[in-house]
């Protein structure tokens, strides 16, 4: 069910990654093998390199310099500076390998996140928190990334003390006993840490999402921000909110504070126990001075790469706790889906014509159904309007027939054809909604009318704002239709947004167009030239009228009237002003908002709606 | 500030350094502590092999001593010990202190961004400003995290290993330097353009975030449209040219650091090379060359562990300096230095205000207008003549380009902000509703009220009643949005809102949503209520409201051109009894 599945994805959101991520993490990195396999056997080049390095140098010093033997000091000499440019070209290759897989991973997934955000169904987006989602792709992202493109050099460490072990036993099994010893000691603490720290982590990302919903609705709301000098409640609330981040940072910083000195002392250990176990032995000449020194440097080379292992350790947990993140969120499954393409029916050739059997939709946390066993029939060609109080329900009947929303038990049909039967494509294109809150879209107001039909001509285009009422204040715009208009261009009116958004609509031809409130912000006068306009040029297609203004439902062949999720009285307007009493009220002409004085004096003007007391 | 005009060089090298400082400036005890576990960890780190290097020559090669070996093993013992202690103590001070430094910067930031005029919100694209608050600040963030330690001990082994290069062989320092000198001409090079780079991936980031979020808030219209292939692929641009500007710093430092890398392993043959020459011509010993060669190691090792947090190093700089560009954006609307109080009535008056929004394209010119104590003024006129312009230059959104407005005789703009909102209240009538209680969204009128003041507003308005029908009276969670509620729900707390601040002037917008004459009713009866004995100027789109004021203002292209009673201007026969007839006359039913 549309509306339970929306309950539980919200709910999984506040999962902060307690377990998993691994599948997700390796799968991201799917096709990237080659160049994440090419950084590692740089690294390994690399780490060969520098591990050749001292035995170079030491022999240099002790053949070249101590002995004099200037020959073999320039043979050393040269060995070193070939090193240098293997070193280089393999640093090289490596950074630049890494580099290339982690962004593109990140730049990948990014991509992917965002179209599943898309095609899920509205629902899902009524409940989301976009400061979490805004969240996941910039911080999440970067942690899995910055996970990919350490990992390499983290595998090239591994290497190097692998490879130092194996050194140190054949050199000498009890000396080399004496210094790994402490191997398990790490591998148990790193354990330990990786238990500890992750919880922690969860939280921190999840507390950082919550900032950025604090920060993104400040911003959206700005205007009721200033409106009411309400700069001081958002700053205490970021402030918490901040100090919520701070409180699990510091908890993580106290973790790392516990664990990682632990790993990071275990190389000075390794040191102290075998010089002094060592000394011993070279007092009773068990081992030389010279191995004593070979175990020394080999135990300083390692200490970068022990050391490195409380660093990994924390950022394979973030790259984890991030990856069940996003994860969360990649595997919600749009619940509106395509019909299986052998059951995939076209839409047959028709007026519009809508019918609703036995409809139930709902929230899963809200007290009782918005529609419950609803039914309708909307003949083909009809103008309907549909009239009802403040959530009756009538936006979600809207959003029903374009499939925005699938019903939780029933059927909406169009055409005769179950919307569900039909592709998803084509029932949002036989049926065009346009919304009280209409969103325009970066670029110019052509760019937004052509959203209705991409291949529209100008001249087509013209009709359509000069039907929806726009032509006149798009001309008079600055650059005319190509005037950049949304976020970065120009700022129009309400008014002006919502004929923009009907142009839109009108443009795309649907068969059943729905407008939702769709004229609120446009003057009684315009509106009705408007719908005028559009009643001429459907023709026979339906249009679907939700109002409450008594002028504009006027114009409607029929008048639904709606309540509490259900259909309670049907008929022309002048109808049901006669036979209900329960319309006369919503459309408050009867029970207490009858009022005195002007009203009277205008008995044309039925619809009380716009009555505002001063 | 535009992203255009933050993309080019930022703010100075000094300009950050002072910023940093400030930053640390109260943390200052803390920070100097943290320097002494530095300090005391590289002590740690460079008494190792000074140890080893005691217990080989004094107690294994010349004397054969088991208590030089005790003494060397309890002294490095001690020295691991020493070094477990500092690495805790270096972790709690620098992490800890750098997250109370970064809680302070959000904190500044947000405050700084709130502390904008309207105008800054308009030529700023919200994408960018979000991604200054949370992907540019948790960089740093990560910094903090995990790069800190590493940084500071790697520059400060770095200058230890010169130190100790320098007196073990000036004559061969001599011979380092010269090696280092094509790395510091590479790295002048280098961190001009990685600055650029690193900066320009800040603002692409931004730009992401933008289409992210203008996708997420118009997911309704594009699914309804079926764009989401368009706006995907609007998407994709926007996020090929962040990973384009991303790899473009991998292939700087691709370049780049291999030759640091390089150059330091070439470095250390030629000192083997020139040691060698200057052991045979009797200017050094042996010994001083071998351990140069040593402690060579140590220095390039330090820049090694450098250049692997150089990633996260020049991420953090640039997400710094695209902080600090947007904290050294002065507000256009400050107070003044002495702000003189707004009586608590007074009349308001306009004269000869002209404004434009984006400097050049008139949206006011010329405009006079007086409006008593008590008042009701509706604006009128068509779509865009800029009644909601005037509406927001009374409520001091904007201030206008010439002329002055003024409240009880005194020009806004010698109030304090703070004090204008107490007297003057812009009550967007489509209530837009932050997450939390109805209770929390109320008291954003008045910060620190008490629940039995919010009581005593909601009661004053006669909406007792209707606020206890919802599951959980004030304390009912609104939801996403405010998407619990009911559209004239959410216009009811808004106008609750109003009432707590208890303002002399209320400049509304009509809410354009429409809502069921059930709710209508409270919302009338709220807003009769509120505006009592109180001026009021709304914005209206309709005419019905404009019969019931004390005067009407008709605003067209920028200038009233009518202002008078509703029945004198019709009376008079003008613009707005055109208006007027034309209002009517569609206002009746014809089938």
């Not at chain 1, 409450?548 to 022309?572: P, Y």
């Not at chain 2, 960089?139 to 007196?167: C, H, N």
Request: overall charge neutral; some cysteine.
């Amino acid at each position: 069910m549309t509306a339970a599945g929306a309950g539980t994805t919200a709910r999984n959101e506040t999962d902060t990654g307690q377990k998993g991520g691994w599948s997700f993490l390796f799968a991201s990195l799917g096709g990237h093998w080659r160049t994440e396999g090419t950084s590692v056997a740089a690294a390994l080049a690399w780490t060969a390199a520098i591990s050749t390095y001292p035995l170079l140098v030491g022999r240099a010093v002790d053949v070249g310099l101590l002995s004099r033997r200037w020959d073999r000091l320039g043979l050393d000499v040269g060995l070193v500076a070939v090193l240098g440019v293997v070193q280089g070209l393999a640093s090289g290759v490596r950074r630049r390998n890494n580099g290339l897989s982690s962004r593109r991973v990140e730049a990948e997934l990014r991509k992917r996140f965002f179209s599943r955000l898309l095609g899920l169904d509205v629902a899902y987006h009524d409940q989301v928190n976009r400061g979490q989602l805004l969240s996941r792709v910039t911080n999440d992202l970067f942690q899995i990334q910055a996970f990919i493109s350490s990992a390499p050099a983290l595998i090239g460490n591994a290497f190097a003390v692998a490879t130092v072990a194996v050194i140190l036993l054949v050199l000498s099994p009890v000396l080399g006993g004496v210094a790994l010893v402490m191997l398990p000691i790490i591998v148990l603490t790193s354990k330990k840490y990786s238990g500890t720290v992750r919880p922690a982590l969860g939280t921190l990302q999840r507390e950082r999402g919550e900032l950025a919903g604090v920060v993104e609705e400040a911003i959206s709301g700005i205007r009721a921000v200033k409106g009411f000098g309400a700069e001081g409640v958002l700053e205490d609330r970021l402030g918490r909110q901040a100090d919520a981040v701070r409180d699990e940072a510091m908890a993580v910083v106290r973790t790392r504070a516990t664990y990682s000195p632990y790993l990071n002392v275990v190389p000075l250990v390794e040191l102290v126990a075998i010089n002094w176990v060592g000394g011993y032995l070279v007092l009773h000449h068990h081992i030389t001075i010279g191995l004593l020194l070979a175990f020394n440097t080999y135990l300083v080379l390692l200490t970068g790469p022990l050391q490195s292992i409380g660093w990994f350790v924390v950022q394979l947990q973030r790259a984890l706790v991030s990856s069940r993140r996003i994860e969360a969120i990649m595997h919600l499954q749009p619940t509106i889906t395509e019909p299986p393409a052998d059951r995939a029916v076209p839409l047959p050739e028709g007026h519009g014509a809508v019918a609703f059997r036995s409809v139930s939709f709902g929230y899963p946390e809200a007290p009782r159904p918005v529609l419950d066993d609803f039914d309708l029939d909307i003949e083909g060609g009809e103008v309907i309007a549909l009239v009802g109080p403040t959530g009756s329900g009538k936006s979600t009947v809207a959003a029903l027939i374009a499939r925005l929303y699938d019903p939780g038990t029933g059927s909406v049909t169009l055409d005769g054809i179950d919307v569900r039967h039909v592709k998803v494509a084509a029932v949002r294109a036989a049926v065009g909604v346009v919304f009280e809150d209409n969103f325009l879209f970066d670029g110019t107001v052509a760019d937004n009318l052509r959203v209705g039909r991409a291949g529209a001509s100008d001249a087509e285009l013209r009709e359509a704002a000069r039907l929806a009422q726009a032509a006149e204040f798009v001309e008079a715009l600055p650059d005319g239709y190509d005037t950049l208009i949304g976020e970065r261009g120009m700022s129009l009116s309400g008014g002006q947004r919502q004929r923009l958004a009907l142009a839109r609509a009108i443009l795309a031809r649907p068969r059943v167009l729905v407008l939702d409130d769709a004229t609120s912000a446009v003057d009684a006068a315009k509106e009705r030239e408007i719908l005028e306009g559009i009643g001429a040029l459907m023709g026979d297609r339906t249009i679907v009228i939700i109002s409450h203004r008594a002028a504009t439902i006027a114009l409607a062949d029929r008048v639904v009237l709606l309540d509490a999720g259900q259909v309670v009285a049907t008929g022309s307007h002048q109808q049901l002003l006669r036979s209900s009493r329960r319309y006369r009220q919503v459309l408050g002409l009867s029970g207490g908002t009858e009022r005195p004085g002007r009203r009277q004096e205008q008995p044309g003007e039925p619809g009380g709606v716009e009555e505002r007391s001063a | 500030m535009t992203a255009t005009a933050a993309a080019g060089t930022g703010p100075s090298q000094q300009r950050l350094g002072r910023a940093a400082r400030q930053m640390m400036r109260p943390y200052r005890g803390k920070v100097r502590l943290a320097m002494v576990t530095v300090i005391g960890a590289l002590a740690t780190t460079l008494a190792g092999p000074a140890l080893v290097e005691y217990l080989i020559n004094r107690g294994l090669v010349h004397h054969h001593s088991m208590r030089v070996v005790d003494i060397a093993g309890g002294a490095y013992l001690a020295v691991a010990v020493a070094s477990f202690a500092f690495t805790r103590w270096q972790t709690s001070l620098l992490s800890g202190t750098g997250e109370l430094i970064l809680n302070d910067l959000r904190k500044r930031v947000f405050a700084h961004l709130l502390s904008q005029p309207m105008a800054f919100y308009d030529g700023e694209s919200s994408g960018q400003l979000l991604s200054r608050m949370t992907a540019d600040i948790d960089t740093l963030e990560s910094l903090v995290q995990s790069g800190i330690g590493t940084f500071v001990m790697s520059v400060g082994l770095f200058f230890a290993s010169v130190v100790v290069l320098v007196v073990i062989s000036p004559v061969l320092f001599l011979a380092t330097a010269a090696c280092l000198v094509p790395i510091v001409v590479a790295s002048a090079h280098y961190r001009t353009a990685s600055t650029k780079a690193y900066r320009a991936v800040r603002l692409r980031i931004g730009e992401t975030v933008s289409s992210l979020d203008e996708g997420l808030a118009g997911v309704r219209v594009i699914q309804a449209f079926r764009q989401e292939e368009s706006v995907g692929e609007a998407f994709d641009r926007r996020n090929a040219e962040q990973l384009a500007a991303e790899l473009h710093t991998v292939r700087l430092a691709s370049v780049f650091f291999p030759k640091v890398e390089g150059t330091g392993v070439l470095a250390t043959a030629a000192i083997l090379l020139v040691g060698g020459l200057f052991v045979h011509l009797h200017l050094t010993s042996i010994g001083a060359v071998a351990a140069y060669v040593l402690y060579v190691g140590n220095l390039f090792n330090s820049i090694q562990s450098l250049s692997q947090l150089f990633d996260l190093l020049q991420s953090s700089g640039a997400a710094l300096s695209t902080v600090v560009t947007l904290l050294d954006t002065e507000p256009t609307m400050t107070d003044p230095e002495d702000p003189l109080p707004l009586p608590d009535r007074g009349p308001l008056e306009l004269a000869d205000v002209h404004f434009a929004y984006d400097g050049e394209r008139p949206v006011m010119s010329a405009v006079d207008l007086e409006i008593a104590a008590g008042e009701h003024v509706v604006l009128v006129g068509p779509t865009g003549a800029g009644k909601s312009t005037l509406a927001k230059l009374i409520g001091r959104l904007y201030d206008p380009a010439r002329g002055t407005i003024r409240f009880g005789g005194i020009d806004l703009r010698c109030s304090s902000l703070a004090g204008l909102r107490r007297r003057i209240v812009i009550v967007p009538q489509e209530g837009f509703l932050f997450r939390g209680t109805v209770l929390d969204n109320v008291r954003i009128g008045r910060p620190g009220a008490r629940e039995t003041d919010v009581r005593q507003a909601v009661e004053a308005l006669g909406l007792t009643d209707r606020f206890a029908e919802l599951p959980d009276g004030l304390l009912t969670e609104v939801g996403e949005r405010g998407s619990h509620l009911s559209a004239g729900e959410r216009q009811l707390v808004s106008l609750v809102r109003a009432a707590l601040t208890d303002p002399a002037v209320l400049v509304m917008d009509e809410a354009t949503s429409s809502v069921d004459p059930g709710t209508e009713r409270w919302v009338e009866t709220a807003l009769a209520k509120l505006t009592e004995g109180r001026t009021t100027i709304t914005v209206a789109h309709r005419l019905t409201i404009a019969q019931r004021a004390d005067r009407v203002a008709l605003i067209d292209q920028g200038q009233v051109l009518e202002v008078g009673s509703h029945d004198e201007l019709v009376a008079s026969g003008g613009a707005y009894a055109d208006l007027f007839a034309a209002w009517q006359g569609a206002a009746e039913p014809t089938r």
